[in-house]
């Protein structure tokens, strides 16, 4: 059995060792812990009830696009998975095999879900016709398995949750604009829920996905100036209908093969929230992903049970109708002191405390998690208060993350310059490049930085030497050290 760590019971500094901090939150928090099975995690309570609200807010987009959820096996026979030759060799040293079920030798090895593209696209053959069976816009929520050397809770683990869409399309045009939505729906996803702001783009010929066609992404910018790639959508073009004979007889009778497209994010979003917002306090979470949005903290005084808590338990009422999420901590276990260290770590935005003065006074005693500011907040209206520093919280979370990125994106055009910027904590750096595979390697191995994509907003190069080779440039690419 491996040893797990204990938990820790102070979290690091940020500035100290921004990893260490990073899994003392995670762990303190208590949103995930290591399991006895090397390389995955257990995903606690506190946790999966942020995976939900980002399930529910994704299911609503995902709904409204006119998907469909569905669900498709764990298991992928061999067979299958070697049909798409490109498809394999981008997954091969990640993929588990599943060589024995009981006692017998299975005749066919069965791979533990990678990713769905094969298993969806035979049963995809099966299902699609006519030209009238398409557009096919189905998504699946469920784990995978990638075997990972190096794991980190939530960013990089051997088994992960995600979601999945695969779709399938009469043109080329369709499937492009179906591409361009979907990352179009996880920035606003990025941007709106979780306060992070996205940069959306083109991933290059390298960094594409196996068997893609082209692929696209949001990159969000982490706290110690690493870039997170937050949600990727890929057109697979006929690659995978050619593979699997997915086919359609056409308006003009002809038969053509479908396009296609696949787009998914994951838990590792939970790790892009803490890393872009959290702080030495430990998390701050937005509102919108919060699984409580306010803490209220009857001071135990006196005879509190008979007039402070009957007041807390009036206004956690009004707060719930309202549609807030709260949790009214009135433990006898732990003092107040402890109470207000330990939400404010938990990344709760708003603590509400009440004692016998502010009863006498008719008010409450309010404290932002994202600022720290205390105020006075009468009694009387406390809700409708209350609802507009939630959405105050959320802006300033996500205004404060823009300005981040901004301070920590930098552009040149000199390589001597771009070393010199990556080897400290460097942020987004913009430089001009030619295009050419080998100087991305190049500038990978020597910096340790790749691109992270091409924004659809990035300048004309004209004119521009490439930052590597001086040939001529191309684009912009926007460089990042990486998780």
């Known amino acids: 059995m491996t040893d797990i760590p204990d938990l820790p019971t102070e979290i690091t500094k940020q500035s100290d060792d921004f990893g260490r901090w990073y899994i003392d939150v995670v762990r303190r928090a208590e949103l995930a812990d290591y399991s006895p099975v090397k390389g995955c995690m257990v995903i606690r309570p506190y946790g999966y009830a942020i995976w939900e609200l980002m399930q529910q807010a994704l299911d609503r987009r995902f709904k409204a696009t006119g998907h469909v959820n569905a669900y498709f ?39 533990v879900r990678p990713t769905s593209e094969t298993i969806i696209g035979t049963m995809y053959a099966k299902w699609v016709q006519s030209w009238r069976d398409l557009p096919i816009l189905i998504n699946q929520w469920a784990n995978v398995v990638r075997w990972e050397k190096v794991t980190r809770l939530f960013l990089r683990t051997t088994e992960f949750l995600w979601q999945e869409g695969h779709t399938a ?71 995978f209908a050619r593979v699997f004979d997915i086919k359609f007889q056409a308006r003009d009778k002809s038969v053509q093969y479908v396009y296609g497209t696949s787009w998914g994010v994951s838990t590792r979003m939970i790790g892009g929230v803490i890393m872009t917002h959290g702080d030495d306090g430990g998390l701050i979470l937005p509102p919108r992903v919060a699984p409580y949005q306010v803490v209220i903290i009857p001071i135990p005084r006196g005879n509190w049970k008979d007039t402070i808590l009957p007041k807390a338990k009036e206004i956690r009422d009004q707060l719930v109708a309202r549609g807030m999420r709260v949790m009214l901590d009135d433990r006898d276990s732990q003092t107040p002191g402890w109470k207000y260290n330990e939400w404010e770590m938990r990344g709760v935005p708003v603590r509400m405390e009440i004692g016998p003065k502010d009863l006498e006074k008719s008010q409450v005693v309010i404290a932002r998690r994202d600022t720290r500011e ?94 590597k080779c001086g040939g001529a440039a191309t684009t912009h690419a926007w460089f990042a050290k990486s998780y």
């Open 73 to 111: 096996p764990l298991f992928i026979p061999e067979s299958l998975l070697m049909k798409e030759r490109e498809h394999v060799e981008g997954f091969a040293p990640q993929v588990a095999w599943v060589t024995q079920g009981g006692n017998e030798v299975l005749e066919e090895r069965l791979v």
């Open 169 to 239: 399309h009469e043109t080329a045009e369709e499937a492009q604009e179906e591409t361009l939505k979907m990352l179009g729906v996880y920035k606003d996803f990025a941007e709106t829920e979780l306060a992070m702001p996205v940069v959306d783009g083109q991933k290059t010929e390298s960094e594409k996905f196996a068997g893609a066609e082209r692929t696209y992404s949001i990159e969000g910018l982490m706290r110690d100036g690493r870039a997170l790639q937050a949600g990727t959508s890929h057109n697979l073009g006929q690659n």
């Open 374 to 467: 205390k105020s006075f907040v009468p009694m009387e209206g406390v809700a409708a208060k209350v609802e507009e520093m939630l959405g105050a919280i959320q802006q300033a979370l996500y205004d404060r993350a823009v300005a981040f990125r901004t301070e920590h994106t930098t552009e040149t055009d000199s390589y001597d310059e771009f070393k010199q910027i990556m080897d400290g904590r460097p942020g987004f750096v913009i430089s001009p490049w030619c295009g050419s595979a080998k100087c991305e390697a190049d500038i990978k191995t020597e910096t340790q930085a790749t691109i992270r994509n091409i924004p659809f907003t990035s300048k004309p190069a004209t004119g521009k030497k490439c930052l």
